[in-house]
């Protein structure tokens, strides 16, 4: 990989991991309902995209379930998982896109997986496992469940790309942009009590986080993602994503004051060395799963 590449891959996996510690930043310290932000998100990307809307692709149907599973679905159950765990342990857990996309390629494709890539997903649910439980008394944290809820749907949108026809990953984006944001914003006024009034009391820094999570991530994350896609195998790159957690572990530290504990030392690295194996193996059915969501709307 040509040194310009790898410092364009390296930028988008610091934005990738940085994202999840903005988010988290806005859910729970500044208490911006979770699924209004989504919302939010989603509509600015919608508006920013708009010229990306045509020509209009085929397959309209499948573009809209598409748009659930990598859209308004995973980033509900995400921004809530992120409202209610830590940025860094959501940072590994979020990985489990990997195995899940793998194992659903199994079930769908008919995808066969040899002994080295069985291991690593065994190893990536192990050590997510140990992330989770708290072991003084047994619990399970409700806000990586969601995180691993909203792995497991984003994975279903990954089997779908399968089926529609070829586009492009910004008319892809803008697409999801427009079918995901009416949804949530109507989900957010049922469920959350005064959602706009908690977003403009965020002030300008809930602005800038916007505009960083449609501008920085999706349009340069994605956008500059698709381009390295387009240049070189997804077996190469697949491992070099793994950037992105380990950044989203040491901003979460840095920024956030989170604290690194045995269970996210032991559970990282047993969770991100099984992903690491089955991104090693290459999958014949879906090349995509190596890389979990990150050709959607990507992985936060």
């Known amino acids: 990989m040509h040194i310009r590449d790898f410092l364009l891959l390296l930028a988008i996996c610091f934005v990738w991991g940085l994202n999840l510690v903005v988010t988290r930043w806005v859910?729970?310290?500044?208490?911006?309902p979770p699924l209004f932000f989504a919302a939010i998100r989603f509509l600015g990307l919608a508006l920013l995209l708009i010229p990306f809307l045509r020509p209009v692709?085929?397959?309209?149907g499948i573009l809209f379930l598409i748009s659930f599973f990598m859209g308004s679905g995973h980033f509900a159950l995400l921004f809530l998982g992120l409202a209610n765990a830590e940025a860094s342990a959501a940072s590994?857990?979020?990985?489990?896109?990997?195995?899940?996309?793998?194992?659903?390629?199994?079930?769908?494709?008919?995808?066969?997986?040899?002994?080295?890539?069985?291991?690593?997903?065994?190893?990536?649910?192990?050590?997510v496992i140990v992330i989770m439980i708290d072991p003084s008394n047994f619990s399970v944290s409700i806000g990586?469940?969601?995180?691993?809820?909203?792995?497991?749907?984003g994975s279903i949108g990954?089997?779908?790309?399968?089926?529609?026809?070829?586009?492009?990953?910004?008319?892809?984006?803008a697409w999801i942009g427009l079918f995901s944001f009416a949804p949530l914003f109507i989900l957010s006024f049922v469920f959350e009590t005064e959602p706009v009034q908690a977003y403009l009391e965020g002030g300008l820094g809930v602005m800038i986080a916007t505009g960083f999570a449609v501008i920085g991530v999706s349009i340069f994350g994605?956008?500059?993602?698709?381009?390295?896609?387009?240049?070189?195998?997804?077996?190469?790159?697949?491992?070099?994503?793994?950037?992105?957690?380990?950044?989203?572990?040491?901003?979460?530290?840095?920024?956030?004051?989170?604290?690194?504990?045995?269970?996210?030392?032991?559970?990282?690295?047993?969770?991100?060395?099984?992903?690491?194996?089955?991104?090693?193996?290459?999958?014949?059915?879906?090349?995509?799963?190596?890389?979990?969501?990150?050709?959607?709307?990507?992985?936060?």
């Open 27 to 32: 859910v729970f310290d500044m208490a911006v």
């Open 57 to 60: 692709p085929k397959g309209l």
């Open 92 to 127: 590994v857990v979020g990985q489990l896109s990997v195995p899940f996309s793998t194992l659903m390629s199994m079930v769908f494709l008919k995808e066969i997986v040899g002994w080295r890539r069985a291991l690593g997903i065994s190893m990536a649910f192990a050590g």
């Open 144 to 153: 990586l469940f969601y995180i691993i809820c909203a792995a497991f749907i």
């Open 158 to 173: 990954g089997i779908l790309m399968k089926h529609m026809a070829p586009i492009t990953a910004l008319q892809l984006q």
């Open 222 to 300: 994605h956008g500059g993602f698709y381009f390295l896609i387009k240049k070189y195998e997804i077996s190469l790159l697949s491992p070099l994503t793994l950037m992105t957690p380990l950044w989203g572990v040491i901003l979460s530290i840095l920024l956030l004051g989170e604290p690194l504990t045995w269970q996210l030392l032991l559970g990282g690295t047993i969770a991100l060395g099984g992903v690491f194996v089955i991104a090693l193996r290459s999958n014949k059915k879906l090349p995509e799963a190596a890389l979990g969501k990150k050709l959607g709307s990507g992985p936060s």
